[in-house]
Protein backbone atom coordinates (compact mmCIF):
# COMPACT_ATOMS: atom_id res chain seq x y z
CA UNK A 1 0.00 0.00 0.00
CA UNK A 2 2.82 2.39 0.75
CA UNK A 3 4.63 1.52 -2.47
CA UNK A 4 1.29 2.42 -4.28
CA UNK A 5 0.88 5.75 -2.97
CA UNK A 6 4.35 6.74 -3.50
CA UNK A 7 4.16 5.75 -6.77
CA UNK A 8 0.81 7.72 -6.67
CA UNK A 9 2.97 11.03 -5.64
CA UNK A 10 5.49 10.06 -8.11
CA UNK A 11 3.19 9.86 -10.88
CA UNK A 12 1.53 13.56 -9.79
CA UNK A 13 4.86 15.34 -9.05
CA UNK A 14 5.86 14.04 -13.14
CA UNK A 15 2.00 15.29 -14.30
CA UNK A 16 2.01 18.66 -12.62
CA UNK A 17 5.73 19.41 -13.50
CA UNK A 18 4.07 18.74 -17.53
CA UNK A 19 1.82 21.31 -16.91
CA UNK A 20 3.27 23.66 -15.41
CA UNK A 21 5.79 23.19 -18.08
CA UNK A 22 3.54 23.13 -20.88
CA UNK A 23 1.64 26.75 -19.06
CA UNK A 24 4.88 28.25 -19.22
CA UNK A 25 5.96 28.55 -22.76
CA UNK A 26 4.47 26.22 -24.88
CA UNK A 27 2.15 26.14 -27.82
CA UNK A 28 2.53 25.17 -31.81
CA UNK A 29 5.13 26.05 -34.52
CA UNK A 30 4.53 29.39 -36.01
CA UNK A 31 3.97 29.16 -39.77
CA UNK A 32 6.37 30.39 -42.11
CA UNK A 33 3.53 32.67 -44.36
CA UNK A 34 5.54 34.54 -46.82
CA UNK A 35 3.42 38.04 -46.97
CA UNK A 36 6.11 39.23 -49.59
CA UNK A 37 3.80 39.99 -52.02
CA UNK A 38 1.07 41.77 -49.43
CA UNK A 39 1.10 45.29 -48.97
CA UNK A 40 1.45 45.93 -45.15
CA UNK A 41 1.51 43.86 -42.37
CA UNK A 42 -0.44 41.52 -39.94
CA UNK A 43 1.11 42.46 -36.68
CA UNK A 44 0.37 44.93 -34.51
CA UNK A 45 4.44 46.27 -34.52
CA UNK A 46 6.72 45.31 -37.15
CA UNK A 47 9.49 45.04 -34.56
CA UNK A 48 10.36 42.10 -32.39
CA UNK A 49 9.57 43.55 -28.35
CA UNK A 50 9.32 42.34 -25.08
CA UNK A 51 6.50 40.97 -23.50
CA UNK A 52 5.59 39.67 -19.93
CA UNK A 53 3.41 36.79 -19.78
CA UNK A 54 1.29 36.10 -17.27
CA UNK A 55 -0.59 31.88 -16.38
CA UNK A 56 -3.43 31.47 -14.37
CA UNK A 57 -1.26 28.56 -12.33
CA UNK A 58 2.71 28.94 -13.49
CA UNK A 59 3.23 31.87 -12.81
CA UNK A 60 5.11 35.55 -14.26
CA UNK A 61 7.40 35.10 -17.10
CA UNK A 62 9.18 38.03 -18.21
CA UNK A 63 11.24 39.61 -20.94
CA UNK A 64 9.66 37.52 -23.53
CA UNK A 65 10.79 37.83 -27.12
CA UNK A 66 7.16 38.39 -29.20
CA UNK A 67 5.78 39.62 -32.46
CA UNK A 68 2.05 40.06 -32.20
CA UNK A 69 -0.12 38.66 -35.12
CA UNK A 70 -3.33 40.59 -34.86
CA UNK A 71 -4.16 38.98 -38.65
CA UNK A 72 -4.62 35.66 -37.19
CA UNK A 73 -5.05 37.39 -33.01
CA UNK A 74 -1.55 34.77 -32.17
CA UNK A 75 0.93 35.80 -30.19
CA UNK A 76 4.72 34.60 -31.78
CA UNK A 77 7.11 34.32 -28.69
CA UNK A 78 10.70 32.54 -28.63
CA UNK A 79 10.52 30.38 -26.18
CA UNK A 80 13.58 28.63 -23.81
CA UNK A 81 14.71 26.73 -26.61
CA UNK A 82 15.35 29.57 -29.21
CA UNK A 83 12.23 28.17 -31.07
CA UNK A 84 9.34 30.60 -32.55
CA UNK A 85 5.78 29.48 -31.20
CA UNK A 86 2.79 30.54 -31.49
CA UNK A 87 1.74 30.82 -27.40
CA UNK A 88 -0.74 28.23 -25.96
CA UNK A 89 -3.62 31.01 -24.90
CA UNK A 90 -5.49 28.47 -22.98
CA UNK A 91 -4.04 29.02 -19.80
CA UNK A 92 -2.99 32.61 -20.47
CA UNK A 93 -4.10 35.11 -18.17
CA UNK A 94 -2.64 38.29 -19.37
CA UNK A 95 0.55 39.65 -21.50
CA UNK A 96 1.88 43.24 -21.45
CA UNK A 97 3.62 44.26 -24.67
CA UNK A 98 6.05 46.77 -24.78
CA UNK A 99 6.17 49.04 -27.59
CA UNK A 100 9.33 49.30 -29.66
CA UNK A 101 11.26 52.04 -28.19
CA UNK A 102 11.80 53.66 -31.52
CA UNK A 103 7.71 53.65 -31.85
CA UNK A 104 8.15 55.60 -28.49
CA UNK A 105 10.54 58.44 -29.75
CA UNK A 106 8.74 59.29 -32.91
CA UNK A 107 5.27 58.18 -32.28
CA UNK A 108 2.26 60.55 -31.56
CA UNK A 109 1.95 62.24 -28.32
CA UNK A 110 -0.10 60.35 -25.24
CA UNK A 111 1.53 56.55 -26.23
CA UNK A 112 1.80 53.87 -23.40
CA UNK A 113 4.71 52.45 -23.16
CA UNK A 114 3.24 48.82 -22.97
CA UNK A 115 -0.55 47.53 -23.43
CA UNK A 116 -2.13 45.05 -21.31
CA UNK A 117 -4.02 42.49 -23.33
CA UNK A 118 -6.58 39.93 -21.99
CA UNK A 119 -9.24 36.89 -23.42
CA UNK A 120 -12.44 36.39 -22.08
CA UNK A 121 -14.70 39.62 -23.53
CA UNK A 122 -16.00 37.04 -26.12
CA UNK A 123 -19.73 38.61 -25.21
CA UNK A 124 -18.50 41.49 -27.28
CA UNK A 125 -19.67 41.30 -30.48
CA UNK A 126 -17.03 40.06 -32.88
CA UNK A 127 -14.63 38.34 -30.30
CA UNK A 128 -13.90 34.97 -30.39
CA UNK A 129 -13.55 33.43 -26.59
CA UNK A 130 -9.40 33.28 -27.03
CA UNK A 131 -8.94 36.78 -28.31
CA UNK A 132 -6.26 38.75 -27.15
CA UNK A 133 -7.78 42.10 -26.28
CA UNK A 134 -6.02 45.78 -25.46
CA UNK A 135 -7.71 46.64 -21.99
CA UNK A 136 -7.18 49.89 -21.41
CA UNK A 137 -9.47 50.93 -18.39
CA UNK A 138 -10.55 48.61 -15.83
CA UNK A 139 -12.85 48.99 -12.62
CA UNK A 140 -16.25 48.40 -11.12
CA UNK A 141 -17.84 50.65 -12.99
CA UNK A 142 -16.72 50.87 -16.27
CA UNK A 143 -14.27 48.85 -19.01
CA UNK A 144 -12.62 50.33 -21.80
CA UNK A 145 -10.96 47.79 -23.93
CA UNK A 146 -9.73 47.70 -27.86
CA UNK A 147 -9.71 45.39 -30.45
CA UNK A 148 -6.95 45.60 -33.26
CA UNK A 149 -7.18 44.24 -36.25
CA UNK A 150 -5.53 43.64 -39.53
CA UNK A 151 -7.61 42.78 -42.48
CA UNK A 152 -6.21 41.29 -45.21
CA UNK A 153 -8.48 42.66 -48.90
CA UNK A 154 -7.70 42.74 -52.49
CA UNK A 155 -8.21 46.78 -53.80
CA UNK A 156 -10.80 47.16 -56.69
CA UNK A 157 -9.34 47.42 -60.26
CA UNK A 158 -8.40 50.67 -61.15
CA UNK A 159 -6.46 51.92 -64.30
CA UNK A 160 -3.43 52.68 -61.99
CA UNK A 161 -3.49 49.26 -60.77
CA UNK A 162 -5.03 46.94 -63.19
CA UNK A 163 -3.77 43.73 -61.35
CA UNK A 164 -4.15 44.52 -57.49
CA UNK A 165 -2.45 42.37 -55.34
CA UNK A 166 -4.02 41.92 -52.03
CA UNK A 167 -2.89 44.40 -48.79
CA UNK A 168 -3.47 44.26 -45.08
CA UNK A 169 -5.63 47.00 -43.52
CA UNK A 170 -5.10 47.99 -39.87
CA UNK A 171 -8.40 49.05 -37.78
CA UNK A 172 -8.68 49.33 -34.09
CA UNK A 173 -12.05 48.94 -32.36
CA UNK A 174 -12.96 50.51 -29.20
CA UNK A 175 -15.78 48.82 -26.44
CA UNK A 176 -16.87 50.31 -23.74
CA UNK A 177 -18.32 48.07 -21.19
CA UNK A 178 -20.31 48.55 -18.12
CA UNK A 179 -20.81 46.65 -14.94
CA UNK A 180 -23.57 44.63 -15.83
CA UNK A 181 -21.41 43.27 -19.51
CA UNK A 182 -23.50 46.21 -21.51
CA UNK A 183 -21.36 47.20 -24.59
CA UNK A 184 -21.33 50.39 -26.44
CA UNK A 185 -18.84 51.24 -29.45
CA UNK A 186 -16.83 54.21 -28.84
CA UNK A 187 -14.71 56.43 -30.72
CA UNK A 188 -11.40 57.04 -28.85
CA UNK A 189 -12.68 60.98 -28.41
CA UNK A 190 -13.88 63.24 -25.67
CA UNK A 191 -17.45 63.86 -27.06
CA UNK A 192 -17.88 60.29 -27.63
CA UNK A 193 -17.15 58.25 -24.74
CA UNK A 194 -19.16 60.71 -22.66
CA UNK A 195 -22.28 60.11 -24.54
CA UNK A 196 -21.48 56.35 -24.11
CA UNK A 197 -21.45 56.29 -20.23
CA UNK A 198 -24.57 56.36 -17.59
CA UNK A 199 -26.76 59.65 -18.00
CA UNK A 200 -26.09 59.75 -14.18
CA UNK A 201 -22.08 59.44 -14.70
CA UNK A 202 -22.08 61.75 -17.26
CA UNK A 203 -21.38 64.84 -15.25
CA UNK A 204 -18.82 63.91 -13.13
CA UNK A 205 -17.05 62.20 -16.19
CA UNK A 206 -17.11 66.00 -17.43
CA UNK A 207 -15.63 67.28 -14.51
CA UNK A 208 -12.93 64.51 -14.46
CA UNK A 209 -11.78 65.95 -17.66
CA UNK A 210 -11.74 69.60 -16.76
CA UNK A 211 -10.18 69.23 -13.51
CA UNK A 212 -7.57 66.63 -14.79
CA UNK A 213 -7.22 68.49 -18.36
CA UNK A 214 -7.95 65.39 -20.24
CA UNK A 215 -7.57 64.48 -23.95
CA UNK A 216 -9.41 60.76 -24.62
CA UNK A 217 -8.22 60.78 -27.76
CA UNK A 218 -4.80 59.95 -25.75
CA UNK A 219 -4.19 56.58 -24.72
CA UNK A 220 -2.20 57.97 -21.24
CA UNK A 221 -4.73 60.31 -20.46
CA UNK A 222 -7.74 57.05 -20.99
CA UNK A 223 -6.05 55.17 -18.52
CA UNK A 224 -6.61 58.22 -15.93
CA UNK A 225 -9.33 59.08 -17.06
CA UNK A 226 -11.16 55.37 -16.31
CA UNK A 227 -9.05 54.77 -13.04
CA UNK A 228 -10.41 58.11 -12.12
CA UNK A 229 -14.24 57.32 -12.63
CA UNK A 230 -13.93 53.70 -11.25
CA UNK A 231 -12.72 55.42 -8.12
CA UNK A 232 -15.78 58.01 -7.90
Do not use: C
Amino acid sequence: MKKLFILALLLLSQYSFAQIANLNMNGVPARLASYTEVDGSPYLFPEWSEASIGTTNAGLKENVAYKFNIYDNELEVVNEAGNTIYLNKDYLEYVVLDRPSVLIANGQVGLLTSLLFKKGYDFVPGIKPKDLVNVIGEGSKYTLIRKFYSDLVTPPKNSYSPTPGRMFVFEENFYLIDSDENVESVKSKTNSIIKALHEEDQAKAKEIVKENKLDLGREDHLTIFFQKLNES
